[in-house]
């Protein structure tokens, strides 16, 4: 599975901001996506995540409320939806996927997006 990770760029706090992953490859739609994140001087964290057919999700609760994820298997794009941006949430943004649900590794990674959170 290859990813294609998108979105990224400089917002405010309070921004809204969406990032976008495009899996491709071999059975991409079976597979559980997810969007991990790393700050500067932090190590690297799931941020969420959600199942092959959209129905169970995850979120770090640092961005419960504020992050949705969701996935369109017709096209192979999982979002992540990120509103009132903090400026903890600055980091760069990898997407990854899985082909296991829950699951706590992640076989393949797609290259980072940075986001940059200036208040």
């Known amino acids: 599975v290859q990813l294609q990770a998108s979105g990224g760029g400089l917002v405010q706090v309070g921004d809204s901001l969406s990032l976008s992953c495009a899996a491709s490859g071999h059975s991409a739609s079976s597979y559980a996506l997810g969007w991990f994140r790393q700050g500067p001087g932090k190590e690297r964290e799931l941020v969420a995540a959600?199942?092959?057919?959209?129905?169970?999700?995850y979120y770090a609760d640092s961005v419960k409320g504020r992050f949705f994820i969701s996935r369109d298997n017709a096209k192979n794009i999982v979002t992540l939806q990120m509103n009132s941006l903090k400026p903890e949430d600055a980091a760069v943004y990898y997407c990854?996927?899985?082909?296991?649900?829950?699951?706590?590794?992640?076989?393949?990674w797609g290259q980072g997006t940075l986001v940059t959170v200036s208040s």
């Open positions: 990854a996927a899985s082909q296991h649900w829950p699951t706590a590794s992640f076989d393949y």
């Open positions: 959600i199942r092959w057919n959209g129905v169970r999700t």
